[in-house]
């Protein structure tokens, strides 16, 4: 660690300043948004530190954001009391947040920027898809171009049927 400027992180640990930008910078590098390289490699803390707080600001507002997307569906769906929840034995136990955030997959908008639904992880669907183009990965809101929107769920909940096999787009 002395052959380069380091940092205490406020888990107590110590890395190389430039390890961690780089960490950070490389973000989740896969098609689903993931939140694993904001944690300490040691202890899975968030990585925080003050001269980080700059990089890592945007990356906490989309965590934010996806949290209470994967909490809404959660709710919506009826899941806030299932066995991983209410079970004492289960690493989700009282977490709903977490349970809700590893259960659904979201993904950037090429178009918004923003994170949006793309199905249940549990669906069998390639949710980790390394060699993407970002490009195509577009919400639903974006791609109709305007379109119907709900008066109280906006477009979150709005969901699109692919006219090939009729699955839910």
């Not at 002395?2 to 406020?10: E, G, N, V």
């Not at 577009?138 to 909940?157: A, L, M, N, S, T």
Request: glycine share 8%; aromatic share 12%.
């Amino acid at each position: 660690l002395a052959s380069a400027p380091a940092i205490r992180l406020q888990c107590g640990h110590t890395f190389h300043h430039d390890c961690v930008v780089k960490k950070v910078q490389a973000g989740w590098g896969s098609s689903r948004i993931t939140f694993v390289f904001m944690e300490c490699p040691l202890c899975k803390a968030f990585i925080r530190h003050p001269a980080l707080n700059s990089l890592m600001l945007p990356f906490f507002r989309m965590y934010e954001d996806v949290k209470s997307k994967a909490m809404a569906r959660l709710r919506r769906m009826r899941l806030t009391n299932v066995r991983e929840i209410t079970n004492s034995s289960s690493p989700y136990y009282r977490k709903p947040d977490v349970y809700a955030m590893q259960r659904f997959c979201y993904y950037p908008c090429f178009k918004c920027k923003k994170p949006y639904f793309g199905g249940e992880k549990a669906c069998g669907a390639p949710v980790q898809i390394e060699d993407f183009n970002k490009e195509d990965l577009i919400c639903g809101g974006c791609q109709v171009g305007g379109g119907e929107v709900c008066p109280r769920h906006g477009r979150e909940f709005i969901e699109y049927k692919c006219r090939f096999c009729c699955k839910t787009a």
